[in-house]
């Protein structure tokens, strides 16, 4: 079908194939598995022997391409696979045919629209999520069983792909789109970046002070909601205290968001962003976690939840993931609700404070003060929610 729409302005006698030689092609194909192996190959061979003399003769009179003549093949291979495999492994085969072939303006308009950089990220990604996962142990090793060797690359995976996404779609959606889009997508990798590119800003750009300041806590909502999704999936049983106590910060830098979007006239000022992939980056946080795991295993064992509240505490100054990350290895009771919040908001409060220090250390007293008022409000209301838990945890 999509070989025959894409071909329909030519003349009927000036195709190689079309849409009904392509259902015949499957026809042929699904024939060949059911006769003796030798006149199955046999067909097989003269197919492609056919489909390769029209295209190579069609090649002489027109553009280059052998997407038809693939096309053909494949098409013949999905009708064998559909009576000696199954039909769905058929249906499957012709399905991602047709995408593929549909895509083709996409693709080339995505070819286009591509830096080497993306390129580099995007083989480098392929080869940490595609040919490494795969091959590591999923298994539980090392101090206090605390390493599992997929789970700490996965972290990898994590921050290699959410770079990489972010990159890509911040070459194409920010710029002209401002602050705002570029503070969303920059969070997703490192709220903490952002942070420190707007504030840096912040110290020369008065005229697009507002929309800078609204970036900043645009940047600190993302990082709240990235946090409990990451609790939702490595400690469930926390999830419900942790939204309670995460709840008060998302409204107040909400609100600050929009009063700051309101008085930045909708100029267009953006935190430019370089490409965030960065393999070392994500294998630091990934040795990171792994010692912050045998080391909360440790203050679990030595001093009981303080300890592991320290441990926490002092990992969120550096990267509130790796510590949200680290507590997904910890015994489910340690984690129980209303004390799971508890201990999980340690870091995303001291993550919050030393951004708002960083923020008015480089953007200067008058900016800065301004601009962190987001971030020290936010931890205020991290201090209620988290000091309304502990009185029902003690209750």
């Known amino acids: ?113 591509m830096d080497e950089a993306e390129i580099d990220a995007g083989a480098r990604f392929a080869v940490v999520a595609l040919i490494i996962l795969p091959l590591l142990p999923d298994t539980a090793m090392g101090p206090y069983d605390a390493w599992n060797p997929r789970h700490v690359w996965m972290i990898v995976v994590f921050v290699t792909g959410m770079s990489f996404f972010g990159y890509a779609a911040a070459r194409r959606l920010g710029g002209k789109k401002g602050t705002m889009i570029m503070a969303f997508l920059g969070a997703m990798v490192s709220s903490t970046a952002v942070t420190a ?23 600190s909502i993302v990082m709240f909601v990235r946090v409990e999704i990451l609790v939702i999936m490595l400690a469930p049983d926390a999830a419900p205290s942790m939204a309670f106590i995460l709840a008060p910060a998302v409204l107040t830098s909400a609100a600050f968001a929009f009063s700051a979007w309101q008085d930045s006239g909708r100029q267009a000022h953006s935190p430019t962003l370089a490409n965030p992939l960065s393999l070392s980056t994500a294998f630091m946080l990934a040795a990171w976690v792994a010692i912050l795991a045998v080391a909360s295993h440790w203050a679990l064992e030595l001093f009981g939840r303080s300890g592991i509240a320290i441990v926490l505490g002092l990992t969120g100054l550096v990267d509130v993931d790796a510590a949200v990350i680290t507590v997904g290895s910890l015994p489910a009771p340690v984690l129980a609700n209303p004390a799971g919040g508890l201990i999980l908001v340690t870091p995303v409060a001291a993550n919050t404070v030393m951004k708002a220090v960083m923020t008015v250390a480089i953007a200067g007293r008058d900016q800065g003060w301004r601009a962190s008022l987001s971030l020290w409000s936010s931890a205020l209301a991290l201090a209620v929610g988290w000091a309304w838990c502990e009185g029902e945890a003690g209750a």
């Open 1 to 113: 079908m999509q070989r025959g729409w894409a071909l329909r302005d030519r003349t009927a006698g000036s195709r190689v194939a079309g849409f009904r030689t392509f259902g015949l092609l499957g026809f042929c194909g699904g024939l060949a598995s059911l006769l003796p192996t030798g006149v199955g190959a046999a067909m097989a061979f003269g197919v492609c022997a056919v489909v390769t003399i029209g295209y190579t003769k069609e090649a002489d009179q027109s553009d280059l391409s052998a997407t038809s003549a693939i096309a053909a093949i494949a098409t013949f291979a999905a009708g064998f696979a559909a009576v000696a495999i199954s039909v769905q492994v058929g249906l499957g085969t012709g399905a991602a045919t047709f995408a593929i072939l549909s895509a083709r303006h996409s693709m080339h308009t995505l070819l286009r629209g």
């Open 197 to 219: 590119d707007c504030a840096r800003q912040l110290r020369t750009d008065q005229e697009g002070g507002a929309s800078l300041t609204a970036g900043i806590a645009v940047a």
